[in-house]
């Protein structure tokens, strides 16, 4: 399975940007498919999730109502449309997997974290002045 991420670069805080990420010998019917991030000295963390069967969509709070996941099963490719950025968006962005035909969820302390298996190479965003 190869996930390859790109579309990262440079942008001002408020800016948009849209991340792509190729994925081979993965088939999107059968699995969902999302992103996630690690910021410089944190913790990875799940961004987004959309489910295989239902296109369901799945957010981490932090960015409800600012990014958006999408996909393209003729082209094998997963998106993630960023808008509204912080300077707290700044991370490696990487496509990932939970390896099962619907997105993985844990309650952490009230909220929802997205959960992920395998990711590949990212793509870094900064957001900056």
């Known amino acids: 399975v190869q996930l390859q991420a790109s579309g990262g670069g440079l942008v001002q805080p408020g800016g948009s940007l849209k991340l792509s990420c190729v994925v081979s010998d993965l088939n999107l019917d059968n699995y969902a498919i999302g992103w996630l991030r690690q910021a410089p000295g944190k913790e990875r963390e799940g961004v987004a999730c959309?489910?295989?069967?239902?296109?369901?969509?799945y957010y981490d709070d932090a960015v409800k109502g600012r990014f958006t996941i999408s996909r393209d099963k003729t082209k094998n490719t997963v998106y993630l449309q960023m808008s509204g950025l912080k300077p707290e968006d700044t991370a490696v962005y990487s496509c990932a997997t939970p390896s099962l035909s619907a997105c993985r969820r844990i309650e952490v302390r009230g909220s929802w974290k997205l959960l992920f298996d395998y990711w590949g190479q990212g793509t870094l965003v900064t957001v900056s002045s």
């Open positions: 959309i489910s295989a069967r239902d296109g369901s969509t």
